[in-house]
Every structure is written in structure tokens, then in C-alpha cells.
């Protein structure tokens, strides 16, 4: 029978766990063990004894026996190298392993002819919709950033009229028409504000004012970014330039910037300079989801709130793990959604030649199956 097991997130600040009681009810409905660190999902809402009554087991947190028994290990972050050291060879991890920036797992899966499947990777087709665990996250964090930049402005977001005068709603300023831009623009259309979005895809222009925003048509290059597989391509600099003297002016008039624009792999665009920043008024705010990339916008740090001449920039890394329930929910069901296909017999029959696994499948019995790891080592 197969073995699943669920650590508890060892990453500091990850509040969210791999399974839900839902999830795990209905692993055990298709013939697997789920075992389940103590404590595993106490940060996220979910009680040992709610996971019991789904048909978990339990065992003690670090317990080495748990790890070398493990047939597949679900996880939100990579686990640290020793844990991933003591597991048994072809045995599957699957998470949301950031492969490109974390050199230490890929030798790890190298070593302990570990397969892996990173999340993030997955395919952006219509049939992995219900396994696109980046959605599923960035919705999270799209409607997180804009309660962020809500509580730090000096203003209100809706136009109210009051019996001193009215007040003018607030002007928000999205970089990105991602899952995380959308969702940014919808909650903030439903705060009041007036909203703005900028993206390299002119092809996003309709969701956008779908939503009741007002879209910035991007620069009208030769050359222009497009996307592939559902994520927007690298652009080249000139393009860049373009688009940040463009910007420059909404930006001056701004009261709010929230900055999406991710690219998988690859150093985060930065479309907010320090000229830029210069020209925003005293007491708006800048929120940067793409700091861990290295930012979106000039002088943004991870986890911290800069003041910089009057402007509050907010590095704002891992709001998912600020709602840590619903992401922790979602989450489960997008690994549920990817291997319940392959869960045949009580045993995991991946199919390699499936678009999906094709796809994610980053080390298979520990050799390294994406070029691009093999190239960089592993890291950015």
C-alpha cells in the first residue's frame, strides 16, 4: 500500500500544510497510508483530530522511521536536505520546490535517487486548471496585497461624500494581468479604488476592463514579449525602458502600485526605478509580490516595510501563508488533483509521457530531468 506522508513546513513564516482532512479522506479512499507529523497542520486551522477522523495517522515530529518508509512526500517548500537525505531511493517528493533557486535539492534528489515534482512548473493548460497550484496561491496573494496597501495608505480607497466634502477614491496602479494582478484589481474594484493595470500581453486588455479597470497599452515595439504555456515570456530591455517612461506618469499620480509581474525561473522584472519612485507622492504605497525574484520595484526587501522619501514600500514575499486555511485548502486539492489520475491499484504509476508529469517532473530516481537544472545548477 502507498505511504504518504506530510511533514510539518520547517521554511520560517510557512504557516500552510500539504493536506487538508478533506484531501486525506479521499487519498485513503484510493487505497493509500497517509501519515502525518504531529502538529502538521495546527498553524493552518486543522486539529490532529480532525485529520484522525479523516483516516490519518500520526507519527512523532523528526521520527527518522516516517521518512526512510515514505513512498511519496507531499510538502508546500522544499524539505531541508537532511530529512530529503534519509528518504529511500525512487521515492517521490512533490511541492512547490522552487528548483532554480535552491542548488541543495537538486543535489539531494541527485544522491537519494529521489524523484521530484515541482508545482510550480506544472503546465498552465486547460486539464491542469484544477492542479495549478501558482493560482491558486497568487489569488491569495493578489487579494492579501491589496488589504496590505489599504491598511498603509494615508487615504481612503472608495469616493465617499460626506457632509465635510468628498473625498476622491484612491488610484491603484497593477503591474501584471497574472492570476495575482486580477484578483489585485477585482478586490480593490470592490474597495472603491479607480485601477490601472500594465502588462507586456496586449491580449489580457479584455479581462482587464472585464474587471472595470482601465488597461495601459504597453509600447508599441517591433519587438514585443508574448507567452507560453499560460506565462508571460521574458522581455527584452529596450522593451522595459518603454514601458517604465510609460508608467512613470500613472505613477506620479498614483496612490497605490501593487507589483505582480513574475517570470517562472527567471530574475523579476524591474519595472519600478528609483527616478520612478521619485516622482510618487508623500504616503502612497508600493506592495512588491515579485521581491523574491528580486523585485518588481527599486529597494524593496524581502519581508520588510521601507519608508523612502515619504513612499512605504512593502516586500511582500509570502502573503499566502497570511491566510493560511484557504491556501493551505486549495493547495491540498491542486496535489490531490495531479496524482489522483496516477493512483491505480493502491500504487503511483506515473506516466512520464503524460503533459503534465512532462512537465513538473524535475529529477526522476534521481536523475535530473529539466535541461535548464542541469545547466544552472539549480540555481537563478
Same mark, same amino acid.
Given at each position: 500500500?502507498l505511504?504518504?506522508?506530510?511533514?510539518?513546513?520547517?521554511?520560517?513564516?510557512e504557516?500552510r500544510?500539504?493536506?487538508?482532512?478533506e484531501?486525506?479522506?479521499k487519498?485513503?479512499?484510493?487505497?493509500?497510508?497517509?501519515f502525518?507529523?504531529i502538529g502538521?497542520?495546527?498553524?493552518?486551522?486543522?486539529?490532529?483530530d480532525?485529520?484522525?477522523?479523516?483516516?490519518?495517522?500520526?507519527v512523532?515530529?523528526?521520527?527518522?522511521?516516517?521518512w526512510q518508509?515514505?513512498?511519496?512526500?507531499?510538502?508546500?517548500?522544499?524539505?531541508p536536505r537532511?530529512?530529503?537525505?534519509?528518504?529511500?531511493?525512487?521515492?517521490?517528493?512533490?511541492?512547490?520546490?522552487?528548483?532554480?533557486?535552491?542548488?541543495s535539492?537538486?543535489?539531494?534528489l541527485k544522491s537519494?535517487?529521489?524523484?521530484?515534482?515541482?508545482?510550480?512548473?506544472?503546465?498552465?493548460?486547460?486539464?491542469a486548471?484544477?492542479?495549478?497550484?501558482l493560482?491558486?496561491?497568487a489569488?491569495?496573494?493578489?487579494y492579501?496585497?491589496?488589504?496590505?496597501?489599504?491598511?498603509?495608505?494615508?487615504?481612503y480607497?472608495?469616493?465617499?461624500m460626506?457632509?465635510?466634502?468628498?473625498v476622491?477614491?484612491?488610484k491603484?496602479?497593477?503591474l501584471?494581468?497574472?492570476?495575482?494582478?486580477?484578483?489585485a484589481?477585482?478586490? =480593490?474594484?470592490? &474597495?472603491? /479604488?479607480?485601477v490601472?493595470v500594465?502588462?507586456?500581453?496586449p491580449?489580457? !486588455? *479584455?479581462q482587464?476592463?472585464? #474587471?472595470?479597470?482601465?488597461?495601459?497599452?504597453?509600447?508599441?515595439?517591433?519587438?514585443k514579449?508574448?507567452?507560453?504555456?499560460?506565462?508571460a515570456?521574458?522581455s527584452?530591455?529596450?522593451?522595459?525602458t518603454?514601458?517604465?517612461?510609460?508608467?512613470s506618469?500613472?505613477?506620479?499620480?498614483?496612490d497605490?502600485?501593487?507589483?505582480t509581474?513574475?517570470?517562472?525561473?527567471?530574475?523579476?522584472?524591474r519595472?519600478?526605478?528609483?527616478?520612478?519612485?521619485?516622482?510618487?507622492r508623500?504616503?502612497?504605497v508600493v506592495?512588491?509580490?515579485?521581491?523574491?525574484?528580486g523585485g518588481?520595484?527599486?529597494e524593496?526587501?524581502?519581508?520588510?516595510?521601507?519608508?523612502?522619501?515619504?513612499?512605504?514600500?512593502?516586500?511582500?514575499?509570502?502573503?499566502?501563508?497570511?491566510?493560511?486555511n484557504? =491556501?493551505?485548502? &486549495?493547495y /491540498?486539492?491542486?496535489?490531490?488533483?495531479?496524482?489522483?489520475?496516477?493512483? !491505480? *491499484?493502491e500504487?503511483?504509476m #506515473?506516466n512520464?509521457?503524460?503533459?503534465?508529469?512532462?512537465g513538473c517532473?524535475?529529477?526522476?530516481?534521481g536523475?535530473?530531468?529539466?535541461?535548464?537544472?542541469?545547466?544552472?545548477?539549480?540555481?537563478?
Amino acid at each position: 500500500m502507498l505511504r504518504i506522508f506530510i511533514p510539518i513546513e520547517s521554511a520560517p513564516g510557512e504557516a500552510r500544510v500539504a493536506a487538508s482532512p478533506e484531501t486525506v479522506k479521499k487519498l485513503i479512499a484510493l487505497g493509500c497510508q497517509v501519515f502525518l507529523e504531529i502538529g502538521a497542520g495546527i498553524s493552518a486551522g486543522f486539529l490532529d483530530d480532525d485529520y484522525r477522523n479523516s483516516g490519518a495517522q500520526f507519527v512523532p515530529i523528526g521520527d527518522v522511521d516516517a521518512w526512510q518508509k515514505t513512498d511519496v512526500l507531499l510538502c508546500v517548500q522544499a524539505p531541508p536536505r537532511e530529512c530529503l537525505e534519509r528518504m529511500k531511493p525512487k521515492a517521490l517528493v512533490v511541492g512547490l520546490l522552487a528548483p532554480y533557486q535552491n542548488e541543495s535539492l537538486i543535489n539531494s534528489l541527485k544522491s537519494g535517487q529521489l524523484s521530484a515534482l515541482a508545482m510550480e512548473l506544472l503546465p498552465r493548460i486547460s486539464r491542469a486548471q484544477s492542479a495549478d497550484a501558482l493560482s491558486s496561491q497568487a489569488n491569495i496573494a493578489g487579494y492579501k496585497s491589496v488589504l496590505l496597501a489599504a491598511s498603509a495608505l494615508d487615504r481612503y480607497f472608495p469616493m465617499l461624500m460626506t457632509a465635510a466634502g468628498t473625498v476622491q477614491p484612491a488610484k491603484i496602479v497593477v503591474l501584471g494581468a497574472g492570476v495575482a494582478g486580477l484578483q489585485a484589481v477585482a478586490t =480593490a474594484k470592490r &474597495l472603491g /479604488a479607480v485601477v490601472f493595470v500594465s502588462d507586456i500581453r496586449p491580449a489580457v !486588455k *479584455e479581462q482587464v476592463e472585464s #474587471l472595470g479597470a482601465r488597461f495601459i497599452n504597453p509600447p508599441q515595439l517591433d519587438e514585443k514579449p508574448s507567452e507560453s504555456g499560460g506565462y508571460a515570456q521574458e522581455s527584452t530591455e529596450a522593451f522595459l525602458t518603454a514601458q517604465r517612461q510609460e508608467l512613470s506618469d500613472h505613477l506620479s499620480e498614483a496612490d497605490v502600485a501593487i507589483c505582480t509581474a513574475q517570470v517562472p525561473g527567471k530574475k523579476a522584472p524591474r519595472l519600478i526605478s528609483e527616478g520612478m519612485l521619485d516622482r510618487m507622492r508623500t504616503g502612497s504605497v508600493v506592495v512588491d509580490l515579485a521581491v523574491e525574484q528580486g523585485g518588481n520595484c527599486a529597494e524593496t526587501k524581502k519581508g520588510e516595510t521601507i519608508i523612502r522619501k515619504g513612499v512605504k514600500l512593502i516586500g511582500a514575499s509570502d502573503l499566502p501563508c497570511s491566510v493560511p486555511n484557504h =491556501a493551505s485548502s &486549495l493547495y /491540498a486539492r491542486n496535489l490531490l488533483a495531479l496524482l489522483e489520475p496516477f493512483l !491505480k *491499484e493502491e500504487e503511483l504509476m #506515473l506516466n512520464l509521457e503524460d503533459e503534465l508529469i512532462a512537465g513538473c517532473l524535475i529529477s526522476y530516481q534521481g536523475e535530473i530531468c529539466c535541461q535548464d537544472l542541469l545547466y544552472s545548477g539549480g540555481t537563478n
